[in-house]
């Protein structure tokens, strides 16, 4: 298959492919070497490439195996690379063979020993060797059936609701009664809801001026953005739990919350969770910004998770525990 397409496309894939290339000699270049001045006791290797390249690729192909892991032992110099005849080439030039010069820093200061002058040669031909051999694989394209996709959705799904499960069965049991635990799942969903609808606002602004001023991205709802969803449950629930703990402190053990007990736990509490999520909205701000678009996804969630969390424990879960103050606690 990929031979087929490599045959089909070969004038429109931008692939590099393995030149084979040979050394045809390897000369001292010397004085006669009138236009190697600047070469003078360094090498000059004639090379011939099984196909065409232009100059530009082929310097390009030299620079480029400095970085690769298996050319870690191969010494740089200062190259240049001329036509058979020794002319400057264009960067747009054709070639199939050339001439590539080299020379050591400490060439015309002193003498190498053979060893020395070996060494360097092999290093050379090794240099030249293996950018004509560079190729580059086709690029793959990965599809994934609709029915993963739904099963992802699905499993996301099933991951928040034992969440909320867990956050009711806890709350139960620290706070004496159920009502805690449904109040805090309401302003979890509330949460989660309005934050999925900020996200999926994105796809049309992303390519707005003022959605690319704010750095918003067409976010896709994939395991990050899930993982930033059930963070932010957890960073909503904890908040919320600290209004209830003032409130279990003020109404006592044996009576339900008034308004008035509840009114003033908020006002007890509210410097603090204003503060927190402040604090915690600078971090992830900075993180937003400057953070890279890997983790925008994520943080773009945190950033409007924390302000409708914080609204949320304030002003949906406390006041839902209104109700039957008269009536003693289970």
Same mark, same amino acid.
């Given at each position: ?116 002058? !070996? ?9 030249? *060797?293996?950018?004509? #051999?560079?190729?580059? &694989? /086709? @690029? %793959? ?108 402190? !003020? ?9 008035? *007990?509840?009114?003033? #736990?908020?006002?007890? &509490? /509210? @410097? %603090? ?58």
């Amino acid at each position: 298959m990929t031979n087929a397409v490599r045959e089909a496309f070969a004038d429109y894939l931008a692939v590099q492919e393995n030149l084979t290339p040979e050394i045809v000699s390897a000369e001292k270049v010397s004085e006669t070497d009138g236009e190697l001045n600047d070469f003078l006791g360094g090498i000059k290797i004639v090379c011939k490439l099984s196909g065409e390249t232009t100059a530009a690729d082929m310097t390009a192909r030299i620079n480029e195996i400095r970085f690769k892991p298996d050319m870690q032992n191969i010494k740089w110099y200062n190259y240049r690379l001329l036509s058979t005849n020794l002319a400057a080439l264009a960067p747009e030039d054709k070639v199939s063979s050339f001439v590539y010069v080299s020379v050591h820093p400490e060439a015309g200061f002193r003498d190498f020993s053979d060893n020395e002058w !070996n060494s360097y040669v092999e290093n050379e031909k090794s240099r030249l *060797i293996a950018a004509g #051999s560079l190729e580059s &694989t /086709l @690029s %793959r394209v990965t599809q994934i059936d609709a029915s993963v996709g739904s099963e992802a959705k699905t499993r996301a799904l099933i991951a928040m609701l034992l969440s909320f499960a867990g956050i009711i069965a806890y709350l139960w049991v620290r706070f004496g009664t159920a009502r805690y635990g449904l109040a805090a799942v309401v302003a979890l969903v509330h949460d989660v809801l309005i934050t999925l609808g900020v996200v999926v606002s994105c796809t049309y602004i992303s390519e707005t001026v003022f959605g690319k001023a704010l750095l918003i991205e067409d976010f896709k709802i994939n395991l990050e953005l899930i993982a930033a969803f059930l963070t932010l449950v957890g960073y909503s629930v904890n908040d919320t739990i600290v209004v209830f703990d003032r409130i279990r402190e !003020n109404r006592g053990k044996n009576v339900l919350p008034t308004a008035q *007990i509840i009114n003033d #736990s908020i006002n007890q &509490t /509210l @410097s %603090r969770t204003i503060l927190t999520s402040f604090a915690t909205f600078i971090a992830v701000f900075v993180m937003y910004v400057w953070g890279g678009s890997g983790f925008r996804g994520f943080n773009f969630v945190m950033l409007f998770g924390i302000l409708i969390g914080t609204y949320s424990s304030i002003a949906i879960a406390a006041p839902i525990l209104i109700g039957g103050g008269s009536k003693k606690a289970e």
